[in-house]
């Protein structure tokens, strides 16, 4: 079976990893553009803490999280153990003690259901802290030992490096998907027709330039967030859990000393990848409001990424409607680290003519082209 993967990003490079294990012939067809989310963005996977109201958004996010540690086994039996992914727990902090409260009590009702959430523990300010040195001293924490960090960037790479092991050819260029009035759809890569038996459009934030026919919009914008990466030089941050402060922001640290601190959530800057003074402020404010050690750290990067948004801020995930074969996955906003590599998983099943577990119909591109288009 010959399969056109369209992006190469943590869900394209998913996609044709677990395309190419179940004996596919896969293409990969990627533009490097600038700003990939993949490449810039922070991989908390934590969904158990989170707020939001969309059960159908946090059902993908958990089936995203739980089945990290089957895709790292997978990989690490094929011999790829460099996948940038792993366990350390995260902080929801707060300044009211109620809060922290609920929070807790939110995650451990998903735990009833979830035991990957872990264990869950209300920490004192002395608590939180000596887990996170430079948090300001007077705000308690929810601990929770579930989540964990992945580097996109790094998982990404590895699993490409699987895919192509198996036999998956990558090709650099600009591919245009067309639906015809009659169903039919068609993709070609800088001009030139590519024949295949299914395509699955991950395009991340590019994804509806792809898909060319205007009888099939998708509606899915970039979201442009500014992230910036600290050093602590000295500081051991092996350890250090994930810091959720209320709001959009975050923190995380990777073995290196470097502490990830963002991040905005831009809207109508269509692609301009370029580093504001207004968002530099706001990613840094925030970060040292929360956590006051991190004034005299350095700033060692500063990275830009379009997340690829859906208008009603639910994923696109399932067949288009009318047009046998052609498999859309993006949309997952900020949470793509999270779901991405499940997607992909989702969207090989699909393109091989099988039937997820899942049920996708929350997720129906149709629906969104339905209601938004």
Same mark, same amino acid.
Not at 145 to 174: F, N, P, Q
Not at 182 to 206: H, N, Q, S
């Given at each position: 079976?010959?399969?056109?993967? /369209?992006?190469?990003?943590?869900?394209?490079?998913?996609?044709?990893?677990?395309?190419?294990?179940?004996?596919?012939? /896969?293409?990969?067809?990627?533009?490097? &553009?600038?700003?990939?989310?993949?490449?810039?963005?922070?991989?908390?996977?934590?969904?158990?803490?989170?707020?939001?109201?969309?059960?159908?958004?946090?059902?993908?996010?958990?089936?995203?999280?739980?089945?990290?540690?089957?895709? +790292?086994?997978?990989?690490?039996?094929?011999?790829?153990?460099?996948?940038?992914?792993?366990?350390?727990?995260?902080?929801?902090?707060?300044?009211?003690?109620?809060?922290?409260?609920?929070?807790?009590?939110?995650?451990?009702?998903?735990?009833?259901?979830?035991?990957?959430?872990?264990?869950?523990?209300?920490?004192?300010?002395?608590?939180?802290?000596?887990?996170? #040195?430079?948090?300001?001293?007077?705000? #308690?924490?929810?601990?929770?030992?579930?989540?964990?960090?992945?580097?996109?960037?790094?998982?990404?790479?590895?699993?490409?490096?699987?895919?192509? *092991?198996?036999?998956?050819?990558?090709? @650099?260029?600009?591919?245009?998907? =067309?639906?015809?009035?009659?169903?039919?759809?068609?993709?070609?890569?800088?001009?030139?027709?590519?024949?295949? &038996?299914?395509?699955?459009?991950?395009?991340?934030?590019?994804?509806?330039?792809?898909?060319?026919?205007?009888?099939?919009?998708?509606? /899915?914008? #970039?979201?442009?967030?500014?992230?910036?990466?600290? *050093?602590?030089?000295?500081?051991? =941050?092996?350890?250090?859990?994930?810091?959720?402060?209320?709001?959009?922001?975050?923190?995380?640290?990777?073995? &290196? @000393?470097?502490?990830?601190?963002?991040?905005?959530?831009?809207?109508?800057?269509?692609?301009?990848?370029?580093?504001?003074?207004?968002?530099?402020?706001?990613?840094?404010?925030?970060?040292?409001? !929360?956590?006051?050690?991190?004034?005299?750290?350095?700033?060692?990067?500063?990275? !830009?990424?379009?997340?690829?948004?859906?208008?009603?801020?639910?994923?696109?995930?399932?067949? +288009?409607?009318?047009?046998?074969?052609?498999?859309?996955?993006?949309?997952?906003?900020?949470?793509?680290?999270?779901?991405?590599?499940?997607?992909?998983?989702?969207?090989?099943?699909?393109?091989?003519?099988?039937?997820?577990?899942?049920?996708?119909? #929350?997720?129906?591109?149709?629906?969104? +082209?339905?209601?938004?288009?």
């Amino acid at each position: 079976m010959e399969i056109i993967v /369209v992006g190469a990003g943590i869900v394209g490079a998913s996609t044709a990893y677990h395309l190419a294990a179940a004996g596919a012939r /896969v293409t990969l067809v990627d533009r490097a &553009d600038e700003g990939q989310a993949t490449a810039a963005g922070a991989g908390i996977v934590c969904p158990w803490l989170s707020r939001g109201t969309d059960p159908a958004r946090y059902r993908l996010a958990s089936a995203g999280a739980r089945y990290y540690p089957e895709l +790292v086994g997978r990989l690490n039996a094929d011999g790829r153990s460099d996948t940038g992914y792993a366990r350390t727990g995260a902080l929801a902090v707060a300044g009211s003690a109620e809060r922290v409260r609920e929070s807790a009590e939110r995650a451990r009702r998903r735990r009833a259901d979830e035991p990957e959430v872990g264990e869950v523990t209300v920490l004192d300010p002395g608590e939180a802290r000596r887990l996170f #040195p430079p948090l300001r001293d007077d705000w #308690p924490a929810v601990h929770v030992t579930g989540a964990a960090r992945v580097d996109g960037a790094r998982l990404r790479d590895t699993m490409l490096a699987a895919a192509e *092991r198996r036999g998956t050819v990558r090709r @650099s260029g600009s591919a245009r998907v =067309t639906v015809t009035e009659d169903g039919r759809w068609t993709v070609a890569v800088d001009g030139d027709a590519v024949p295949a &038996d299914a395509v699955v459009l991950a395009a991340g934030a590019w994804s509806a330039g792809v898909l060319a026919s205007p009888a099939t919009p998708l509606p /899915v914008v #970039p979201q442009r967030g500014q992230i910036v990466h600290l *050093r602590l030089p000295g500081a051991d =941050t092996r350890r250090w859990p994930i810091v959720l402060p209320e709001g959009d922001h975050y923190m995380l640290a990777f073995d &290196d @000393s470097r502490i990830v601190v963002g991040a905005t959530r831009e809207h109508g800057t269509g692609f301009d990848h370029r580093v504001t003074a207004a968002g530099l402020r706001e990613v840094l404010d925030e970060a040292i409001s !929360v956590a006051p050690g991190l004034a005299d750290a350095t700033v060692a990067d500063i990275r !830009v990424g379009f997340r690829p948004a859906s208008l009603d801020e639910r994923p696109l995930l399932g067949a +288009v409607a009318g047009a046998p074969g052609l498999i859309v996955a993006t949309g997952f906003g900020p949470t793509g680290l999270t779901m991405g590599p499940y997607a992909g998983a989702v969207a090989a099943e699909l393109a091989l003519g099988r039937t997820p577990e899942l049920d996708l119909s #929350p997720y129906d591109p149709s629906r969104v +082209v339905e209601g938004r288009g």
